[in-house]
């Protein structure tokens, strides 16, 4: 594994680059996540084309993009779920460099497994355990992956289950909880692990709408609490009200980014203004 320190840049990059149009929130710490020169391909299909994106740390950022943009292989890319082509991506000075002919090495492997021990992702289908009940879904990962001893790793969980409001349903299984409570428990699940950054793929695609605001409303507290998160969404109040950053990708890479203000009232790009222009029409 390399860990690199992370250099500083100076001058921020321009819209379209990979870092901030305009001025950084208070708020915001170092650099915490770098992807730089990011290519996948899968086969013959050229899904991301040299994408660079820069998060920092306390920063909610918000990729919108229409189906097949690249921002959920590009999510995916970050922890290593799909491994890039090209590029390489760092997180919390961890270094990673794509490398797809020594992708099965041991060493390879065991790099990844650190890089995603930095970066949790939450899903649009939940996937929890079925036979575990809430309680045990959250420790399970800190007690045999992290070795956290078990009375700590319970304590943290019964904090991050009361946080997302079901600490009284720690004793249940998931078949007895709404598709609501099943995210709101993974996410809970993604926290006691305290990653670097937590990857948000769509979390309420799968959700009937009455159970949408439930998860989004967790979500957008953790972002104004300071979780540092990348979510690929289609929600476009839940990004307005909590994004720090939103950021449009379109045909593989970054069109333009900013402030919510900026991207969703006053877009630049005619790729950015179609697809909010569907959003205004529904």
């Given at each position: ?5 992370l250099p ?15 001025s ?9 996540v ?8 899968f ?18 950022v ?11 292989t ?9 491994e ?25 492997q ?11 992702m ?7 355990f ?6 045990a ?33 720690r ?23 305290e990653?670097?950054v937590?990857?948000?793929d ?11 605001g439930?998860v ?9 609490e300071g979780?540092t ?6 929600e ?7 994004a ?16 919510p ?22």
């Open positions: 594994m390399t860990s690199n320190a500083d840049h100076g001058t921020r990059p321009a819209p379209g680059s990979s870092g901030y149009a305009g950084l929130p208070a708020h915001v710490g170092d650099v915490i770098r992807a730089e020169h990011v290519e996948k391909y086969g013959s299909n050229h899904v991301l084309r040299g994408v660079d994106l820069e998060v920092r740390q306390r920063e909610a918000m990729l919108l993009g229409r189906s097949g943009s690249g921002k959920t590009m999510l995916r890319c970050i922890n290593f779920l799909e890039p082509t090209v590029g390489s991506i760092e997180i919390d000075g961890l270094r990673l460099e794509a490398d797809p002919l020594h992708s099965r090495s041991r060493e390879h065991e790099q990844i497994r650190q890089m995603r021990l930095r970066a949790g939450l899903f649009q289908d939940f996937n929890l079925p036979h575990m009940t809430v309680l879904n959250c420790i399970e990962a800190p007690t045999r992956v992290r070795g956290v001893p078990r009375d700590e790793a319970v304590a943290t969980a019964e904090r991050f289950l009361d946080k997302v409001g079901l600490l009284n349903r004793d249940e299984y998931p078949a007895r909880l709404s598709g609501g409570q099943k995210q709101r428990v993974a996410i809970a699940r993604a926290l006691c692990m990653p670097k937590l990857l948000f769509e979390p309420t695609s799968a959700l009937d709408p009455e159970l949408i439930e989004l409303r967790v979500m957008e507290d953790l972002a104004h979780t998160m990348i979510v690929v969404t289609h476009m109040h839940f990004a307005r009200q909590a720090d950053r939103v950021v449009f990708m379109d045909e593989g890479v970054i069109c333009e980014q900013g402030p203000e900026q991207i969703l009232d006053h877009p630049e790009k005619d790729a950015t203004k179609r697809f909010l222009r569907r959003f205004l029409i529904e």
